[in-house]
């Protein structure tokens, strides 16, 4: 009998992974963000991707990111977090991880603290010093919220679906 296989993927690879292919759901013609939701126990709560809210068709809704605010998608999108709060139906978050794409902006910050979120790993953090990200950084910190960026490994991963 052999020993177990040593190249398994880590936690932090996995849930990593899942965000980032959940986020290929989003037809975003330019953001694709994925979260995904993790209990204390290593299990799969809740995923999420940035799109629409259920009834309001992608082909109907505008993508655009410039122009008069109602003809853009800032005011129909919900971002990945906040639809992975939202998705879950098993009662609690207290206590839970959040993993997820891009660094959530104040709106989702609310929205995270408020679900009982407990830790919050990002990939990028491409608005880095803007007042939105400020704002949530300033929330986390003062709710208690752990967040800290995820670490590349630097393992590749190829899917045929």
């Known amino acids: 009998?052999?020993?177990?296989r040593a190249n398994y993927i880590s936690w932090d690879e996995y849930f990593m992974g899942v965000s980032h292919l959940s986020?290929?759901?989003s037809k975003d013609p330019n953001t694709q963000v994925g979260a995904c939701i993790v209990g204390k126990d290593n299990r799969i709560l809740s995923m999420g991707y940035n799109?629409?809210?259920?009834?309001?068709?992608?082909?109907?809704f505008p993508?655009?990111?410039?122009?008069?605010?109602?003809q853009t998608k800032y005011p129909f999108v919900a971002h990945s977090e906040l639809n992975a709060i939202l998705n879950y139906r098993g009662g609690s978050l207290e206590g839970s991880k959040l993993y997820v794409s891009?660094?959530?902006?104040?709106e989702c910050a609310k929205a995270?603290?408020?679900?009982g979120i407990h830790t919050v790993v990002y990939d990028e953090d491409k608005y880095n010093g803007t007042p939105g990200n400020i704002a949530a950084k300033k929330m986390f910190d003062a709710a208690g919220v752990t967040?800290?960026?995820y670490k590349h490994s630097g393992t590749k991963i190829s899917l045929d679906l």
């Open 23 to 25: 986020g290929m759901r």
């Open 1 to 4: 009998m052999s020993g177990k």
């Open 112 to 115: 995270i603290i408020q679900a």
């Open 51 to 60: 799109g629409f809210p259920n009834g309001c068709s992608d082909e109907e």
């Open 63 to 70: 993508w655009d990111r410039e122009g008069d605010f109602l």
């Open 102 to 106: 891009l660094f959530p902006c104040n």
């Open 147 to 149: 967040y800290y960026q």
